[in-house]
């Protein structure tokens, strides 16, 4: 067990929809970063929140928002949803960016866009 | 971002040593060496990282190339418990962001 903990396990929805993901990190950890894993993709960095701030963005869609907040769990937002946002979607978390710490990870949120 | 390269899968009996490559000819002096591994049905987990020296740890050990353009993990005895993805990755050393890029990283099969 990580310490890192998402809801909701799977979610299934209809394109076009909206959709929240949750996660919140290791006690103490201020940095939160998402990630999505898709078959074809491999995995791949979102985007990373450090202490409610976003720090980083990568390869994620304008349909996709994210936000951390004060008690430092984060939501990750995806709307319009297509049938290609159909992935696993992971958030880790660590205490200090940009020093090697490890990055623990969640056990993720599998969706399934029909 | 420097690349690396490993194989796609590679297969290795229980209960004996495993040895899985990576290439990252293009390394900065400035990168480390992390490895991660996937097990089915989880998320990415830390297996051990480094600089220029070999390291150990409980889970394996890392043994880097003296020109750094190579490393390799070694499970030192596989189990069944140790068939997962297997993800080599580099990070800058003082990078403000730390994002992870994971390439697709050698699934290894462990034959009971």
């Known amino acids: 067990d990580s310490g890192v903990t998402q809801t909701p396990k799977h979610l299934i929805t209809a394109t076009g929809q909206r959709v929240t993901l949750r996660c919140s990190p290791r006690?103490?950890?201020?940095?939160v970063y998402w990630y999505q894993q898709s078959l074809d993709q491999g995995l791949q960095f979102l985007i990373q929140y450090y202490n409610g701030e976003e720090r980083a963005k990568g390869n994620i869609l304008e349909r996709f928002s994210a936000q951390q907040f004060p008690d430092l769990h984060s939501e990750l937002n995806l709307s319009s949803l297509e049938l290609g946002d159909s992935a696993l979607y992971f958030c880790?978390?660590?205490?200090?960016?940009?020093?090697?710490?490890?990055?623990?990870f969640g056990p993720g949120t599998r969706l399934l866009v029909l | 971002d420097a690349k690396t390269t490993q194989p796609n899968s590679m297969e290795s009996n229980e209960e004996e040593p495993v040895h899985l490559p990576c290439n990252h000819s293009t390394i900065s002096g400035t990168d480390y060496i992390h490895w991660y591994r996937q097990l089915p049905s989880q998320g990415p987990e830390y297996v051990i990282h480094g600089l220029t020296s070999n390291v150990n740890n409980r889970m394996a050990s890392l043994a880097i190339a003296e020109d750094r353009k190579s490393s390799t993990l070694i499970l030192h005895r596989a189990t069944l418990r140790d068939a997962a993805v297997y993800y080599c990755?580099?990070?800058?050393?003082?990078?403000?962001?730390?994002?992870?890029?994971f390439g697709k990283g050698t699934r290894l099969h462990i034959l009971p």
């Open positions: 880790a978390s660590n205490a200090n960016p940009g020093r090697q710490e490890t990055q623990y």
């Open positions: 990755i580099l990070r800058p050393t003082m990078n403000r962001d730390d994002k992870i890029i």
């Open positions: 006690s103490g950890d201020l940095s």
